[in-house]
């Protein structure tokens, strides 16, 4: 298991003033601001508070949240981000398991089954530990990886992250695409206006976070593109190539 690439802002001082601070807050999904509150100060309290989503539904962003409840929530992040800037910004350890229990039925308003815990913080890779980057190394005898060779049909998005994982396990294997391109749904789905129809920040593998975007919707091609890059690097790193 080891540490992987973070978003690019993740542990990095603000340094940015109030005003700047103020503008950015009326751009954000309040009740993901509130929760990401929880992690930056450490004070699980909040998810306690009267400021909080009444419900969930696709792409419904503010949890159906007031005018009012968000505003207010605005003013109480922006006093929280002050005093963590003036602080030094210097963030408390992760939330531990059941604060992101309590997170997740505070997101979506209602019970969450314990069952999703585990997924929800691989997914979130808090402690900064991709659980699925599996080095095998030493662990397996050299002539029992070297005799393994997978075939992964489809060169979309599940396959080529298959192979980025059996690289990683250092296990050899070909992907076989029958279209001209890596892509799968993106490669053959380029009619004008294609994109995601969740946000950008969900669409993304988990150890290779993004925020290089140019809507909260990411369009087709660029979806095709940074696929081609993946496959790219999955090409690169593929041990034992044919
Ligand atoms: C407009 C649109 C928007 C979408 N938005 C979202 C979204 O917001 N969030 C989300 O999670 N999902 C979304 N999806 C679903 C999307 O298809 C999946 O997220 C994902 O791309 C599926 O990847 P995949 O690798 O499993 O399958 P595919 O992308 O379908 O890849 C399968 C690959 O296998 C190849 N293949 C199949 N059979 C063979 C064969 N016999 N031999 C060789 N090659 C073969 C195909 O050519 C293809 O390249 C959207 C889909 C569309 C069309």
Redesign the pocket.
């Known amino acids: 298991m080891n540490a992987t690439p973070r978003p690019r802002f993740a542990g990095a001082p603000i340094t940015d003033d109030d005003a700047t601070i103020a503008a950015a807050l009326n751009d954000v999904s309040v009740p993901t601001l509130l929760v990401s509150l929880v992690h930056l100060t450490g004070d699980a309290s909040i998810l306690d508070g009267a400021l909080r989503p009444a419900g969930v539904y696709l792409n419904e962003v503010q949890g159906f949240m007031s005018p009012e409840d968000q505003a207010a929530a605005r003013a109480f992040a922006l006093d929280r981000i002050r005093e963590y800037r003036d602080a030094g910004s210097v963030l408390p350890s992760p939330p531990d398991a059941a604060t992101v229990h309590k997170m997740m039925e505070f997101l979506v308003a209602g019970p969450v089954d314990e069952e999703y815990v585990p997924l929800l913080l691989e997914e979130l890779e808090l402690d900064g530990v991709d659980d699925r980057d599996e080095h095998w190394g030493a662990r397996v005898p050299e002539d029992a990886k070297s005799d393994a060779h997978v075939v992964v049909?489809?060169?979309?998005?599940?396959?080529v992250l298959a192979g980025i994982r059996l690289g990683q396990a250092g296990i050899a294997y070909t992907i076989?695409?029958?279209?001209p391109a890596v892509?799968?749904?993106?490669?053959?789905?380029r009619y004008p206006g294609?994109?995601?129809?969740?946000g950008n920040h969900?669409?993304c593998y988990s150890f290779a976070p993004n925020d290089d975007w140019s809507g909260v919707l990411r369009p087709?091609a660029r979806a095709a593109a940074l696929l081609r890059e993946h496959g790219a690097i999955a090409r690169r790193d593929r041990p034992h190539p044919l």
């Open positions: 049909i489809g060169a979309g998005m599940s396959g076989v695409e029958k279209n892509g799968g749904t993106w490669f053959e789905n294609c994109r995601v129809d969740v969900f669409y087709s």
